[in-house]
C-alpha cells in the first residue's frame, strides 16, 4: 500500500489504519464518534494528502477544462474554486472535483478523488486535444483538511493569510507553519468550516507543518480525526461521496447536482443531460430517515408499502451528531418528495423511513 507524509504520525498516536484507494490511511483514532462531535465543535485535522491533484496550464487549458467538467469555469477568476463533476459520453459521472483557478485563463489545479487518479488523468488526457499543458502532482502533494467551526482562529497564528476572512470557495497562497508557497482553501467536506492546506511534500516539510499545526493547536483541543469521522461528517450534510452515491452510471442530475450543470456551454454528455433535464430523471438521490429502527446500510434495497423495489441505499449512518439513523440513497421520482415514506429492506423486515431535505437536522 502507499503510504501519505504523515503515515508515521498516525502510527506513533496509535491510530486505526485501513487501505483507502491504494493508501494505507487513518480510520479513527480514539473513535469515530468522539472524532466526529471534536470536529462538529471544535476542530479537527484529516490527512487528505491520498486525494489526486493535476496542473493544467497554457491558452488552452480552460478549453479542455469547459469540455469535460459540467460547471462553468469561465467564471473563475485567480483565488477562487468550484466544485464540479467530469461526464463521461453516456451522461454519468466519472468523478466529481474542485477546480482552483491559479492564474486567469492560464492556470488551474483539479483536485480529484483518490480512487480516480489515474482514471480522471486518462480521461482528460483523452480529450486534450489542443495541447493544454498537464501535470500530474499527485504524489508529490502534501494534503490536510483542517476542519470545524474553531479552525481558522486556532490555525491564524500559523499563517500571514487573513483565514479569518477567507471566503467559501476562495484560497491563497502564502507562508503557513514556517513553509512558503502554501496553498490555503476555505474548502472541505465536512460542513464544519475550516480550511485545506496543499503544499509540495519535500524534505521534512510535511513533519515541520504536522508539528507546528499540533504544537498550536493541542493546547486547544485540536484533534487528529480519521476518514471514518469524514465519512459521518459528510453524510450529514448530505455530500455525495465518490464510488456510493455517485458514480459512472449516475448522473448529475439524478444525483441533486444540478447547480453545478451549466447549459450555458458545451460538456461531454451535455444533449444527453439536456434531455434528462427536460424529461426529468428517472431516478433521484435523496436523503433518508429512519422511522422505526435499524441502520440503513450501502446497497440496501429500498421498497414501497407493497414490498416492490423502488431504490437502493448509497449511505447510511447512525448519525452521530442527531442520535437517529440516518442514509441517502436512488429512488424512483415519484418516491422523492419530501416526507415520502419508503422503507428499507434490513435483513429480513422493511423498516419504515420517510425522505427528508438536506442537510439532516
Known sequence: MKLTPFTPFHLALGAKMVEFAGYSMPISYTGINDEHQAVRTNAGVFDVSHMGEFILKGPHALDLIQRVTTNDASKLTAGKAQ?????????????????????????????????????????????????????????????????????????????????????????????????????????????????????????????????????????????????????????????????NDIDDKTSPLEAGLGWITKFTKDFTARPILERQKTDGPHQKLVGFEMVEKGIPRHDYEIKDFSGAVIGRVTSGTQSPSLGKAIGMGYVRTNFASIDSKIYIKVRDKLLQAKVVKFPFS
Not at 483536485?111 to 483523452?126: C, F, G, H, Q, T
Not at 477567507?166 to 502554501?182: E, I
Not at 460542513?191 to 492546506?197: M, T, Y
Open 83 to 243: 466544485y464540479s463533476a467530469l461526464t463521461n459520453d453516456t451522461g454519468g459521472i466519472v468523478d466529481d472535483l474542485i477546480v482552483y483557478c491559479l492564474e486567469d485563463n492560464k492556470a488551474y489545479m483539479l483536485v480529484v478523488n483518490a480512487s480516480n487518479i489515474e482514471k480522471d488523468w486518462d480521461w482528460i488526457s483523452r480529450h486534450n486535444t489542443k495541447g493544454a499543458e498537464m501535470h500530474n502532482i499527485s504524489a508529490k502533494t502534501g494534503l490536510l483538511a483542517i476542519q470545524g467551526p474553531n479552525a481558522n482562529r486556532i490555525m491564524q497564528a500559523l499563517t500571514d493569510i487573513d483565514i479569518l476572512n477567507l471566503k467559501y470557495y476562495t484560497f491563497a497562497k502564502g507562508r503557513f507553519a514556517g513553509v512558503d508557497n502554501v496553498l490555503i482553501s476555505a474548502t472541505g467536506y465536512t460542513g464544519a468550516g475550516g480550511i485545506e492546506i496543499y503544499f509540495e511534500d519535500k524534505g521534512d516539510t510535511a513533519a515541520t507543518i504536522w508539528n507546528k499545526i499540533f504544537e498550536v493547536g493541542s493546547p486547544q483541543g485540536l484533534r487528529p480525526i480519521g476518514l471514518g469521522a469524514r465519512d459521518t461528517l459528510r453524510l450529514e450534510m448530505g455530500y455525495c461521496l465518490y464510488g
